[in-house]
């Protein structure tokens, strides 16, 4: 008879995560409201980038925004003023969220109204990669100053994202940062990831990224 019992409390979390996960997916697709998961290290331009989606985007469809952070409303400001619907998710020191959070925070938003809710997740290449949040497609962002080496080291990242977007592709002649080596090491870890070179503050790029999103919405609706 075994002296003690081992009980695998992470596995366990993460099945239950996921079948909320799941479950939120279904209810969104009902409802015809598309949720992009945006993620990426702290200083890579997701705001940024977020407003010049927004701008590309909110005069064809209804745009909401979950901020999500350990414990700031800055964000959440800044979106505000550009007149989508916007709810500001402190995560109590919690470097995630997870399907659970998301729920509350679209229950929160209402999504009756929308057809693009955007989650800008934590700032970290680590834990939201562990959590699926019930979004409808992952993207996230990795900015030239961070590194053409980020997918060898964070490839749980890389691996369960749609589309990475290369931010600040202006200051590529500033950085040790090689595009094409970059996108190889993305294509290999995650081969069905596109990958779009952009630059937030000029708008290079925006375009495409913004075709991209304007067609998964469409998929989305489509396959309701």
Same mark, same amino acid.
Request: charged letters at 30%.
């Given at each position: 008879?075994?002296?003690?019992?081992?009980?695998?409390?992470?596995?366990?979390?993460?099945?239950?995560?996921?079948?909320?996960?799941?479950?939120?997916?279904?209810?969104?697709?009902?409802?015809?409201?598309?949720?992009?998961?945006?993620?990426?290290?702290?200083?890579?331009?997701?705001?940024?980038?977020?407003?010049?989606?927004?701008?590309?985007?909110?005069?064809?469809?209804?745009?909401?925004?979950?901020?999500?952070?350990?414990?700031?409303?800055?964000?959440?400001?800044?979106?505000?003023?550009?007149?989508?619907?916007?709810?500001?998710?402190?995560?109590?020191?919690?470097?995630?969220?997870?399907?659970?959070?998301?729920?509350?925070?679209?229950?929160?938003?209402?999504?009756?109204?929308?057809?693009?809710? @955007?989650?800008? +997740?934590?700032?970290?290449? /680590?834990? %939201?990669?562990?959590?699926? #949040? &019930?979004?409808?497609? *992952?993207?996230?962002?990795?900015?030239?100053?961070?590194?053409?080496?980020?997918?060898?080291?964070?490839?749980?990242?890389?691996?369960?994202?749609?589309?990475?977007?290369?931010?600040?592709?202006?200051t590529i002649?500033?950085?040790?940062?090689?595009?094409?080596?970059?996108?190889?090491?993305? @294509?290999?870890? +995650?081969?069905?990831?596109? /990958?779009? %070179?952009?630059?937030?503050? #000029? &708008?290079?790029?925006? *375009?495409?990224?913004?075709?991209?999103?304007r067609k998964?919405?469409?998929?989305?609706?489509?396959?309701?």
């Amino acid at each position: 008879m075994d002296k003690y019992k081992v009980l695998k409390i992470k596995q366990s979390v993460f099945e239950d995560n996921d079948r909320q996960a799941n479950l939120l997916r279904e209810d969104l697709k009902k409802e015809k409201t598309f949720l992009l998961n945006l993620m990426s290290s702290p200083g890579s331009g997701k705001t940024t980038t977020l407003l010049r989606t927004i701008e590309a985007l909110k005069s064809e469809m209804n745009i909401g925004v979950l901020e999500a952070d350990i414990d700031s409303e800055v964000d959440a400001n800044t979106i505000s003023t550009t007149g989508a619907k916007v709810i500001q998710l402190h995560t109590g020191g919690m470097c995630h969220l997870d399907a659970d959070m998301t729920k509350q925070g679209l229950l929160g938003l209402g999504t009756e109204e929308i057809d693009l809710a @955007i989650l800008e +997740n934590v700032g970290n290449l /680590v834990c %939201p990669a562990e959590f699926d #949040t &019930g979004a409808s497609r *992952n993207a996230m962002i990795l900015s030239v100053p961070e590194g053409d080496d980020k997918p060898l080291k964070y490839p749980l990242m890389f691996s369960i994202v749609d589309i990475v977007l290369i931010n600040k592709i202006d200051t590529i002649d500033y950085f040790n940062f090689d595009l094409e080596v970059v996108k190889e090491r993305i @294509i290999k870890i +995650n081969p069905k990831a596109k /990958v779009i %070179p952009i630059c937030a503050k #000029t &708008g290079e790029g925006i *375009n495409q990224w913004a075709n991209w999103l304007r067609k998964e919405v469409d998929n989305w609706n489509e396959k309701a």
